[in-house]
């Protein structure tokens, strides 16, 4: 069962940008939306969060103001915009739905996943 298809991954040098999507199947209404990213031998990791509505947002501190997420209701979607990226940012990233949590275990639905490299 996938609900969430997420992509917009691929290969930028240090510096650049990327836009990630997630586009989902059904209205999560009322739920709040993230991005998590896990490289390889590492733990999963909250990046960013979005609410309902959209102006409640939260970043992890490593992404400080590197980082935008926005939802587009309508849409069904919410993204990533991912700019002054880092050899560090590589992961592969994830969106999920659920709470407002920073943790995994907060979200019930998640995308499969599109891998980020950033080169140096």
């Given at each position: 069962?996938?609900?969430?298809?997420?992509?917009?991954?691929?290969?930028?040098?240090?510096?650049?940008s990327?836009r990630?999507?997630?586009?989902?199947?059904?209205?999560?209404r009322?739920?709040?939306m993230a991005?998590?990213?896990?490289a390889?031998?590492?733990?999963?990791?909250?990046?960013?969060?979005?609410?309902?509505?959209?102006?409640?947002?939260?970043?992890?501190?490593?992404?400080?103001?590197?980082f935008?997420?926005?939802?587009?209701?309508?849409?069904?979607?919410v993204?990533?915009?991912m700019?002054?990226?880092?050899?560090?940012d590589?992961?592969?990233?994830?969106?999920?739905?659920g709470?407002?949590?920073?943790?995994?275990?907060?979200?019930?639905?998640?995308?499969?996943?599109?891998?980020?490299?950033?080169?140096?």
């Amino acid at each position: 069962q996938v609900q969430l298809v997420d992509s917009g991954g691929g290969m930028v040098q240090a510096g650049g940008s990327l836009r990630l999507s997630c586009a989902a199947r059904r209205t999560f209404r009322s739920y709040t939306m993230a991005w998590f990213r896990q490289a390889p031998g590492k733990e999963r990791e909250f990046v960013a969060r979005i609410s309902w509505s959209g102006d409640s947002t939260y970043f992890a501190n490593f992404v400080k103001d590197r980082f935008t997420i926005s939802r587009d209701n309508a849409k069904n979607t919410v993204y990533l915009q991912m700019t002054s990226l880092k050899p560090e940012d590589t992961a592969i990233y994830y969106c999920a739905a659920g709470s407002s949590s920073t943790l995994a275990s907060g979200y019930s639905y998640w995308g499969q996943g599109t891998q980020v490299t950033v080169s140096s």
